[in-house]
């Protein structure tokens, strides 16, 4: 275990010189789902994300949907070119880019970012994600952690990144933006099919000023506000709901006579400021009935940390527990980062146990560090636990023995 061999690119030749986290993951690729059944699943998933696309696309504007397409493309030519390396380098994967990770990956990373990120965010995550997450960090085509929570992780601690993940005024308060409606009059000869195609698309989420003085501007001086530029101001920015749940642990986020007012119906319908797949918990909720209904993911392993997280969220005192569970970082963590079929426990057990684990760890990142958009650090360490899982505390049910498996697992069981 002191040697794991992330790099090797071929099954070991002789079993029992092979590290066990290495055998771990040749047993994982060697046992139902095998790699065209995950595939399925990956292109499923990938279109459960749909909904939660359209909406962000709705209330951020087309930028948003250039900075996931962005990500999905960057992800794209990454895995074309590194299966190209197949076999000459570090890469071993079965399927190459038609396993539909770099799609999944795309999505789920793009939405996210922030709406008005660099391009160079979204470019630099899709390739980090699936040449690190996806090629390097597996073997024989299982991946060690979900390849978007490794992009995600870079995104977050990586100093050339934080700028881009976390938009703050000059004060140095969040400064998420989100378009307001609406935006233009209409065009003079202007088709009823274009006006419609050009509100859904929106305006450019990056022409932004606080929301502030965005309605000082509005009401007070009654005129159209304009930026800095002399150009219409066609979104506004201010801190998410969890930032002011974070500002104020002990309020309900409701009764606060603020100028960023949330409320609970708006994180189900959306409107706020946030990532781009956050805005509304609906668009989210009907991917996630699509996922269960197929059965690409278990519901064991997010139902589990959503009742704990909930729980202990409770027991701490937090009024604005509704607020945290509706939150997209939750949704789309818990149901696509921490219960990924590739890397999530193998037994019920198990997945119940990473659940709980999950829920514990989010309590404790948003309820003593203040960190609310942590999910994918939580899927990370339950990810890395899963062998821990599957070989000692919840191994599947039928015995599969080292003479069986080949790699020298000793008690982990498949199914």
């Known amino acids: 275990m002191q040697d794991v061999a992330f790099r090797l690119p071929r099954a070991a030749k002789n079993a029992d010189e092979a590290p066990l986290l290495h055998s771990y993951l040749l047993w994982r690729s ?29 209330f951020f504007g087309w930028y948003a949907g250039l900075v996931v397409l962005a990500a999905c493309l960057s992800g794209l030519l990454t895995d074309l070119v590194a299966c190209r390396l197949n076999g000459r380098f570090i890469f071993n994967n079965p399927l190459g880019p038609q396993d539909g990770t770099w799609l999944a990956t795309g999505l789920i990373v793009g ?37 978007a929570a490794v992009a995600l992780l870079a995104l977050h601690v990586l100093p050339p990144f934080m700028g881009a993940m976390h938009p703050r005024d000059e004060a140095g308060k969040p400064a998420w933006p989100v378009l307001v409606r609406p935006l233009t009059k209409p065009a003079e000869g202007e088709d009823s099919i274009g006006r419609h195609a050009r509100d859904f698309l929106g305006g450019d989420v990056r022409k932004a000023i606080s929301k502030q003085e965005y309605d000082e501007q509005l009401f007070t001086a009654n005129r159209q506000p304009l930026t800095s530029e002399g150009h219409a101001v066609e979104a506004v920015y201010g801190p998410r709901p969890l930032d002011c749940v974070q500002e104020h642990p002990k309020e309900d ?12 119906l708006s994180m189900l319908l959306g409107g706020n400021p946030g990532a781009i797949g956050t805005s509304q918990a609906l668009a989210l909720l009907a991917g996630i009935l699509l996922c269960v209904f197929t059965g690409v993911a278990s519901w064991i392993l997010p139902v589990a940390g959503l009742v704990t997280l909930g729980a202990l969220l409770w027991l701490f005192g937090s009024p604005n527990v509704t607020f945290h569970l509706l939150s997209g970082y939750t949704l789309l963590g818990l149901w696509y980062l921490a219960a990924s079929p590739t890397t999530c426990p193998r ?6 146990l990473a659940g709980i684990t999950v829920g514990i760890l ?24 899963a062998i821990v899982y ?26």
């Open 390 to 415: 599957d070989q000692y505390l919840a191994p599947p049910k039928e015995v599969l023995t080292r003479s069986d498996s080949g790699f020298g697992l000793g008690s982990i069981r498949g199914y």
């Open 362 to 385: 989010e309590a404790v990142l948003r309820g003593f560090l203040g960190f609310a958009e942590a999910t994918f650090l939580s899927a990370i360490v339950v990810q890395g636990l």
């Open 253 to 264: 986020l409701e009764a606060l006579s603020s100028p960023h007012y949330y409320d609970r």
């Open 111 to 147: 939405l996210l970012m922030p709406p008005a990120a660099p391009l160079w965010a979204p470019i630099c995550a899709g390739i980090v994600a699936i040449l690190v997450g996806k090629h390097w960090l597996s073997v024989d085509g299982m991946p060690l952690l979900q390849p």
């Open 347 to 352: 037994s019920k057990r198990g997945m119940l």
């Open 30 to 58: 060697s046992v139902p789902p095998d790699a065209n059944t995950l595939a399925k699943r990956r292109y499923t998933i990938a279109a459960s994300l749909l909904p939660a696309l359209m909406v962000g696309v709705f």
